[in-house]
C-alpha cells in the first residue's frame, strides 16, 4: 500500500492551532479593553456624580489672548469647580508655602512645581468668564499617590471627591438659577477642546 502524503494534515492542523492561538489574543485584548472601558467610566462617574454638568479636557481663555487647560469643569450645587487631576504615585510632601513639592516612590526622588498656583491660575480664569456663578477649585490626586504629612490646602484625595461634591446634595437642591445657568452656558461656549488631554491625561 502507498501511503498518502501527511503535508496537507500538517497544514490544516497549524491552521487550527493558529486560529486558537488567535481567538486567544483578540479575547485577551477584549478583555483589556473591557476593564479599561468599566475602569474609565468608574472614574467619570466618581468625579462628576456630584455634577449637574460638566466640561473635560478644554482650554479656558486666560484673559491675555492666551488659554489654560482644565481637566474638569463641574456645574454643582455650590457653583462652578475647577478640577486639576493628578496620577502621581508615592509619598507626597507638599505645603502652601512651598514651591515645589517632593515625591518619593520606591528608590526614586523628584519634585514638581507647587500645583497650588497653577490652580488659582485657572480658577481666576473662570472667573473672569461668569458674572454670578461662584468658582472654586481643588487638586486632585489619585489613589496611588499618599500625603503622610496631610493634604494642603484645596488638595483631595479621589476617593474623597464623592463626599465632597455628594450627587445626594444635587438631588435635594433641585434646578439651578437662570444666572448660574446663563453663566454655565457663556463658559461653555468660550471652551475650546484641549490638545494636551492625551499627552497630559487624567488620572
Given at each position: 500500500m502507498?501511503?498518502?502524503?501527511?503535508?496537507p494534515?500538517?497544514?490544516?492542523?497549524?491552521a487550527?492551532?493558529?486560529g486558537?492561538?488567535?481567538?486567544?489574543?483578540?479575547?485577551?485584548?477584549?478583555?483589556?479593553w473591557?476593564?479599561?472601558?468599566?475602569a474609565h467610566a468608574?472614574?467619570?462617574?466618581t468625579?462628576?456624580?456630584?455634577a449637574?454638568?460638566?466640561?473635560?479636557?478644554?482650554?479656558?481663555?486666560d484673559g491675555?489672548?492666551?488659554?489654560?487647560?482644565v481637566?474638569f469643569?463641574?456645574l454643582?450645587?455650590?457653583g462652578?469647580?475647577?478640577?486639576?487631576?493628578?496620577?502621581i504615585?508615592?509619598?507626597?510632601?507638599?505645603?502652601?508655602?512651598?514651591?515645589a513639592?517632593?515625591?518619593?516612590h520606591r528608590?526614586?526622588?523628584?519634585?514638581?512645581?507647587?500645583p497650588?498656583?497653577?490652580?488659582?491660575?485657572?480658577?481666576?480664569?473662570?472667573?473672569?468668564?461668569v458674572?454670578?456663578?461662584?468658582?472654586?477649585g481643588?487638586?486632585?490626586?489619585?489613589a496611588?499617590?499618599?500625603?503622610?504629612?496631610g493634604?494642603?490646602?484645596?488638595?483631595?484625595m479621589?476617593?474623597?471627591?464623592?463626599a465632597?461634591?455628594?450627587?445626594a446634595?444635587?438631588?435635594q437642591?433641585?434646578?439651578?438659577?437662570?444666572t448660574?445657568?446663563a453663566?454655565?452656558?457663556?463658559l461653555?461656549?468660550a471652551?475650546?477642546?484641549s490638545?494636551?488631554?492625551?499627552?497630559r491625561?487624567?488620572i
Open positions: 502507498i501511503a498518502l502524503p501527511q503535508l494534515l500538517d497544514l490544516l492542523t497549524m487550527r492551532i493558529a486558537g492561538v488567535l481567538a486567544i489574543v483578540l479575547l485577551v485584548l477584549l478583555w483589556r473591557y476593564r479599561r472601558h468599566r468608574r472614574l467619570l462617574g468625579v462628576t456624580g456630584g449637574y454638568a460638566y466640561l473635560r479636557d478644554v482650554l479656558v481663555p491675555q489672548g492666551g488659554s489654560l487647560h481637566d469643569l463641574l454643582t450645587t455650590r462652578c469647580v475647577v478640577l486639576d487631576m493628578r496620577n504615585a508615592g509619598n507626597i510632601f507638599g505645603g502652601d508655602q512651598m514651591t513639592w517632593t515625591v518619593m528608590a526614586l526622588r523628584y519634585t514638581f512645581a507647587n497650588q498656583t497653577g490652580l488659582y491660575d485657572r480658577i481666576a480664569a473662570v472667573r473672569a468668564m458674572e454670578e456663578l461662584p468658582v472654586e481643588r487638586v486632585v490626586f489619585s496611588r499617590g499618599r500625603f503622610p504629612k493634604l494642603p490646602r484645596f488638595t483631595l479621589l476617593a474623597s471627591l464623592p465632597e461634591f455628594p450627587a446634595e444635587r438631588a437642591s433641585g434646578a439651578l438659577t437662570d448660574w445657568r453663566d454655565w452656558e457663556r461653555r461656549a471652551c475650546r477642546p490638545s494636551l488631554a492625551a499627552p491625561a487624567a
